[in-house]
């Protein structure tokens, strides 16, 4: 039984050794970029009807957010101060009131328009709906257990409560080759594709999937994300049976 014990403690044969916490070298900072420049592409290409404004004043403001960021951690995100985490909430804040705000305007345009005029709009909800994913994911990220920066970089015993259960986190009791991969074993921590994961299934599946929030912001994100793509997917579904009559 204690050659058992060890052999969990120590790792499986072949299994890379991962650094200790304050000697990582921190999350990509290129994958938040390209989310980040995905959702303002998406606004980009919406309709004139649609529009926040004259077409380049959101995403001007979007990119002026962002490109302090990138100097602040341009490779990696191992650096954090008052300012720069305030900016980063901003940004994800602003594309994510726009895009609620579109989704009104869609909701009037499509309720308003008539059948054979609203391929585009349809295209629209599309948009709208992808930058619900992307925005809710950037969200997540951001805020469960200090953000990226806090995740990597702080002793575990520092990090904020979790916003989150994902399954890497109860997962030490099972099978050796489930459990070496857990967040007691191999100290894992959340990137930024798996926030987007749990946006697509809470977009899709209108409720959480294999990762359950825990906090009341985390709920109310997931309601709003929800109630949305709901709103966006029943849009699209009646119109569609409006087309075929």
Not at 31 to 41: D, E, F, N, R, W
Not at 62 to 74: G, R
Not at 171 to 178: M, R
Request: glycine share 6%; no cysteine.
């Amino acid at each position: 039984m204690s050659s058992e014990r060890a052999k969990r403690q120590n790792g499986r044969p072949g299994l890379p050794r991962r650094h200790p916490r304050h000697e990582r070298r921190g999350e990509a900072r290129l994958p938040g970029v390209i989310a980040t420049l995905a959702a303002v592409l998406l606004y980009l290409a919406l309709p004139e009807s649609l529009l926040v404004g004259p077409r380049y004043v959101l995403p001007a403001l979007e990119i002026l957010l962002l490109v302090p960021l990138i100097a602040v951690n341009p490779r990696r995100l191992t650096r954090q101060n008052r300012f720069s985490r305030t900016l980063s909430l901003v940004l994800v804040g602003v594309i994510g009131v726009g895009n609620l705000v579109v989704l009104g305007l869609l909701v009037r345009a499509l309720v308003s328009t008539s059948v054979e005029a609203g391929g585009p709009l349809l295209l629209a909800a599309l948009q709208v709906w992808a930058t619900d994913i992307i925005v809710f994911g950037l969200a997540f990220w951001e805020l469960d257990r200090g953000g990226p920066v806090v995740r990597t970089q702080a002793p575990r015993s520092e990090v904020p409560l979790a916003d989150f259960r994902f399954s890497q986190d109860e997962n030490h009791d099972a099978v050796g080759e489930v459990a070496d991969g857990s967040s007691r074993s191999s100290d894992w921590t959340p990137a930024l594709v798996d926030y987007l994961y749990v946006s697509v299934t809470n977009s899709t599946a209108f409720s959480p999937t294999d990762t359950m929030p825990l906090t009341t912001r985390a709920k109310l994100l997931m309601s709003v994300e929800s109630i949305a793509a709901l709103i966006t997917s029943l849009l699209v579904i009646a119109r569609a049976v409006g087309a075929l009559h």
